[in-house]
């Protein structure tokens, strides 16, 4: 129920589903980066592209998969972020900022993105400011637009980077692949203990926490 007596409102599927499904991708990732850093790198892309997997993989995955698929799957949460931001104005900022653990990066955001906006959008394209950029009605095109430069730029000057340090990062790869039994095992309890965390800091799932700000959302009738 909401809080004036009606029924909640369940989010949108066309929102729900691709965040639920990308931001479980990316834990999966994450729990299995022992694993899949050797032997499968460019799946490990698919569920997770940080910085990290960026760099450990630039040396064992070939240029041009390496670019696609890590430009996709860095840019394939952003848009619907920027519509959660759309539809749901601060309160998709604050579940993001909840999520993310991202106080401090709110508060100096919320400040400053009128000035700010564009630039943030291209070097520093994450949750809350793909949020920021949909609440604060930043039009759609220049978003897209800002957000693939950025993330492209983003993805070639890691590729750059870890073909820089490929001799250190050739040890790290050799003791991951003779350790990777208790690595994995060590990294999905990591993953676990991250999620658990977070679950109590929001006190609510994903989905929950999304029904809950359909849920609060205003109705156009409420302003009459």
């Known amino acids: 129920m909401s809080h004036d007596g009606r029924p909640g409102r369940r989010p949108p599927l066309l929102l729900i589903v691709p965040l639920v499904v990308i931001f479980g991708a990316a834990g999966l990732g994450n729990a299995l980066f022992p694993v899949l ?50 539809r749901y104005g601060n309160g998709a900022v604050e579940w993001m900022s909840r999520k993310l653990g991202a106080g401090r990066l709110l508060r100096a955001a ?40 950025g993330t492209l730029a983003t993805v070639v000057l890691l590729r750059s980077a870890g073909e820089e340090v490929s001799g250190p990062l050739t040890y790290v790869l050799d003791f991951t692949g003779e350790y990777v039994v208790p690595l994995t095992i060590l990294s999905v309890v990591v993953t676990v203990a991250v999620l ?29």
């Not at 520093?124 to 637009?145: D, H, I, Y």
Request: with cysteine; proline share 4%; charged share 20%.
């Open 37 to 86: 850093v050797n032997e499968h790198p460019l799946l490990l892309l698919v569920l997770n592209a940080t910085t990290r997997h960026l760099v450990v993989t630039s040396t064992s995955v070939d240029v041009l998969p390496y670019v696609a698929v890590a430009l996709g799957r860095r840019l394939i949460e952003d848009p619907f972020l920027y519509l959660l931001g759309r």
């Open 110 to 149: 919320q400040r400053n993105f009128r000035f700010w906006g564009a630039v943030l959008v291209f070097f520093f394209p994450g949750g809350v400011v793909c949020a920021l950029a949909g609440a604060s009605g930043m039009a759609a095109w220049l978003f897209l637009f800002l957000n693939i430069a």
């Open 196 to 224: 658990v965390r977070r679950h109590q800091r929001t006190g609510a799932s994903d989905r929950e926490e999304l029904t809950r700000l359909e849920a609060e959302r205003r109705d156009p009738s409420d302003e009459e």
